[in-house]
């Protein structure tokens, strides 16, 4: 069972608009969350988390936004890039004694239009 | 910087033939996780690894299995290749009590079987 889920399978944004990629999780006990990015033939790279005690993390042009309550997640991008063309995943976990697992949505694309 | 490298980038195989891949990370990390990616279906975890010789099965075990006789390396296998197994493979390593960044990620091997 999927419990973490991005059913927008992709977006296309024009260049300088911004660009929200969201990421819904069904488990309640996940306290962390990642965004990560992933170009065609190359490994996922960590963009950006947050812990469940913020609701907002920033770095740079990206954003992320937690909604606890709604088990909403998303990831703004402002302004959107050419280069910021990629298949984005979003990632949970919980703390455990023996380990940390993430579990992965399904991931989004997105193409950023010149 | 912490690496994890995936010993082929594509690979192309018979059906039935025994595969391995091969991962090897260089930060001593503890935990090294394998995983598919496949249009749709977003990253799914076939084993993963708290430790040298433990494994623990993910939500993919079917048709593989695993090898971790040293920490740097974690190998996976399949024992006879099929062509549902024709994949983008992916290779992760994190520390065990640290989430911060998630996991560190090879850049994959595509494999496909004929």
């Known amino acids: 069972d999927q419990q973490v889920k991005q059913n927008s399978p992709s977006l296309s944004v024009q260049e300088g608009r911004i660009s929200i990629l969201n990421c819904d999780y069904t488990?309640?006990?996940?306290?962390?969350f990642l965004w990560y990015k992933k170009y065609p033939a190359e490994g996922p790279t960590f963009l950006i988390s947050?812990?469940?005690?913020?609701d907002k993390n920033e770095d740079g042009r990206f954003t992320v936004f937690l909604n606890k309550s709604a088990k909403h997640l998303s990831l703004h991008i402002v302004p959107s890039q050419p280069g910021d063309s990629a298949v984005y995943f979003c990632a949970a976990s919980r703390g455990t004694n023996t380990g940390n697992q993430f579990y992965f949505g399904t991931g989004t694309s997105l193409t950023v239009i010149p | 910087d912490v690496k994890v490298t995936q010993s082929s980038r594509y690979l192309v195989k018979r059906t039935g033939e025994k595969v391995f891949l091969e991962c090897v990370q260089d930060?001593?990390?503890?935990?090294m996780f394998w995983y598919r990616q496949d249009p749709g279906l977003g990253l799914r975890l076939i084993y993963f690894?708290?430790?040298?010789?433990?494994?623990e099965k993910g939500d993919i075990p079917e048709g593989y299995s695993v090898s971790r006789e040293k920490k740097e390396r974690f190998s996976l296998i399949l024992e006879s290749a099929s062509t549902n197994q024709t994949s983008m493979y992916l290779c992760?390593?994190?520390?065990?009590?640290?989430?911060?960044?998630?996991?560190?990620f090879g850049s994959g091997t595509r494999l496909t079987v004929v």
């Open positions: 992760a390593s994190s520390l065990p009590q640290s989430r911060r960044g998630g996991y560190t």
């Open positions: 930060m001593d990390h503890e935990n």
């Open positions: 488990n309640s006990m996940f306290d962390y």
């Open positions: 947050i812990s469940s005690i913020k």
């Open positions: 690894s708290y430790d040298v010789k433990m494994k």
